[in-house]
């Protein structure tokens, strides 16, 4: 694997993309730094080596060109404290102001590019595009997991326009993370796959079966395989178009000896809200206009066998609406197992973003083996697929 360990960076500009698409609030401030730390690594060594760096991202979801809520300028602050020292803000990505500033930084500079997605031509992969992204450095380092699975411009197309390409860090830890619970995998290995819908976890199931013993499947995607055997789920979430698929899923699974965990009871609740009236009876007898919103008790005792005796364990999803106080309990106690098992020896990935939102609410991401910062990246990583943005530094 390419990394900046295998390369000499003096004299030369840096591009790197990275992934600093960071919540804001109300004041532009940003809430959540984690992915400007994680990427940090990987800048301070190339400055450290005497290179100049440029950083490219891409900031929400702007539809119709520049929106000031969406500028990068905005972040600059929370990436100099993170840096220790001053950033130089590009202005725009691809226009002469950016191409001038660039084109003169010396030794030790850094200049934050402005968003990627004011430009149409980043999402569509578009190569004349790229190309004018390369003109901003001599060697290209994809540091960006997050967007790694989307073969944009520049995350994927501008690779190749430079002979010098390789992984930063945070991406090469993401990679060698996945690669781990894929592929090297002590056994037993527990996987709990939770989240709204069935439909947006099939295919990670559907390829983990192979190489897993346990499943333990929770949130509101519980209650479709609960209904598809008969279960009655009230007014739960369900997606009444995957109930054949998810008998299919209990019938792979029982083929291969992995064993599924469904929720034996629930918390359930009279309305989707924190002040709702609450109860817990068995998944599979929740009474009409009630919903299931949380594991109950009997299922949270169930689980801690199963985690305990894992030496690998995957966590991808909540086991409930962990948002609300009242529904939170099943995903902190599952959260308190796996911190426990990691400290007695188990491998343990925390990946997709509620997942990692819910390990920081409960203070257990420094608890865990690794805490990936990729959701759609790290699903499709698991899906089986070749990410584009790693291929394209491989190639």
Same mark, same amino acid.
């Given at each position: 694997?390419?990394?900046?360990?295998?390369?000499?960076?003096?004299?030369?500009?840096?591009?790197?993309?990275?992934?600093?698409? !960071?919540?804001?609030?109300?004041?532009?401030?940003?809430?959540?730094?984690?992915?400007?730390?994680?990427?940090?690594?990987?800048?301070?060594?190339?400055?450290?080596?005497?290179?100049?760096?440029?950083?490219?991202?891409?900031?929400? $979801?702007?539809?119709?060109?520049?929106?000031?809520?969406?500028?990068?300028?905005?972040? !600059?602050?929370?990436?100099?404290?993170?840096?220790?020292?001053?950033?130089?803000?590009?202005?725009?990505?691809?226009?002469?102001?950016?191409?001038?500033?660039?084109?003169?930084?010396?030794?030790?500079?850094?200049?934050?590019?402005?968003?990627?997605?004011?430009?149409?031509?980043?999402?569509?992969?578009?190569?004349?595009?790229?190309?004018?992204? %390369?003109?901003?450095?001599?060697?290209?380092?994809?540091?960006?997991?997050?967007?790694?699975?989307?073969?944009?411009?520049?995350?994927?197309?501008?690779?190749?326009?430079?002979?010098?390409?390789?992984?930063?860090?945070?991406?090469?830890?993401?990679?060698?993370?996945?690669?781990?619970?894929?592929?090297?995998?002590? $056994?037993?290995?527990?996987?709990?796959?939770?989240?709204?819908?069935?439909?947006?976890?099939?295919?990670?199931?559907?390829?983990?079966?192979?190489?897993?013993?346990?499943?333990?499947?929770?949130?509101?995607?519980?209650?479709?395989?609960?209904?598809?055997?008969?279960?009655?789920?009230?007014? %739960?979430?369900?997606?009444?178009?995957?109930?054949?698929?998810?008998?299919?899923?209990?019938?792979?699974?029982?083929?291969?000896?992995?064993?599924?965990?469904?929720?034996?009871?629930?918390?359930?609740?009279?309305?989707? %809200?924190?002040?709702?009236?609450?109860?817990?009876?068995?998944?599979?007898?929740?009474?009409?206009? /009630?919903?299931?919103?949380?594991?109950?008790?009997?299922?949270?005792?169930?689980?801690?066998?199963?985690?305990?005796? %894992?030496?690998?364990?995957? /966590?991808?999803?909540?086991?409930?609406?962990?948002?609300?106080?009242?529904?939170?309990?099943?995903?902190?106690?599952?959260?308190?197992?796996?911190?426990?098992?990691?400290?007695?020896?188990?491998?343990?990935?925390?990946?997709?973003?509620?997942?990692?939102?819910?390990?920081?609410?409960?203070?257990?991401?420094?608890?865990?083996?690794?805490?990936?910062?990729?959701?759609?990246?790290?699903?499709?990583?698991?899906?089986?697929?070749?990410?584009?943005?790693?291929?394209?530094?491989?190639?």
């Amino acid at each position: 694997m390419a990394t900046i360990d295998n390369f000499n960076f003096a004299g030369k500009r840096a591009l790197i993309r990275v992934d600093f698409n !960071v919540p804001l609030n109300d004041q532009f401030e940003v809430t959540d730094n984690t992915r400007i730390v994680a990427a940090m690594p990987t800048i301070k060594k190339i400055l450290a080596d005497g290179d100049s760096v440029v950083l490219m991202s891409h900031l929400g $979801r702007p539809k119709n060109g520049p929106e000031d809520k969406y500028s990068l300028r905005h972040i !600059v602050p929370a990436i100099e404290n993170a840096l220790g020292s001053s950033v130089i803000f590009g202005g725009d990505c691809v226009g002469d102001e950016a191409f001038s500033i660039t084109s003169s930084m010396k030794p030790g500079d850094l200049v934050l590019l402005e968003n990627l997605r004011f430009y149409k031509e980043e999402t569509k992969g578009d190569d004349a595009f790229a190309e004018k992204l %390369s003109k901003h450095g001599d060697v290209y380092v994809n540091d960006a997991f997050g967007t790694a699975h989307r073969a944009h411009a520049s995350t994927t197309i501008v690779a190749n326009y430079f002979s010098d390409k390789m992984f930063g860090y945070l991406l090469a830890a993401e990679v060698e993370n996945a690669t781990k619970v894929l592929n090297s995998a002590e $056994r037993p290995f527990t996987a709990i796959i939770g989240g709204a819908k069935v439909s947006s976890k099939i295919e990670v199931i559907t390829n983990m079966l192979s190489s897993i013993d346990h499943l333990i499947i929770g949130g509101g995607m519980a209650y479709t395989f609960i209904k598809a055997q008969g279960g009655k789920i009230g007014s %739960s979430l369900v997606e009444d178009d995957y109930l054949e698929t998810a008998i299919s899923i209990l019938k792979a699974a029982d083929e291969k000896g992995v064993k599924i965990h469904l929720p034996i009871d629930s918390t359930i609740a009279d309305a989707f %809200s924190n002040d709702a009236n609450t109860q817990e009876v068995l998944s599979a007898e929740i009474p009409d206009n /009630w919903m299931g919103l949380d594991v109950g008790t009997k299922a949270i005792e169930s689980y801690r066998e199963i985690i305990r005796a %894992s030496k690998t364990i995957l /966590w991808n999803g909540p086991l409930g609406v962990f948002e609300m106080e009242k529904f939170a309990t099943g995903t902190k106690a599952l959260g308190l197992m796996i911190a426990e098992a990691t400290e007695n020896g188990a491998y343990s990935l925390v990946g997709g973003g509620d997942s990692v939102a819910a390990a920081k609410q409960f203070g257990l991401a420094e608890k865990v083996s690794y805490v990936s910062t990729g959701g759609g990246a790290l699903l499709e990583f698991l899906e089986g697929k070749t990410l584009p943005g790693v291929a394209a530094i491989l190639a």
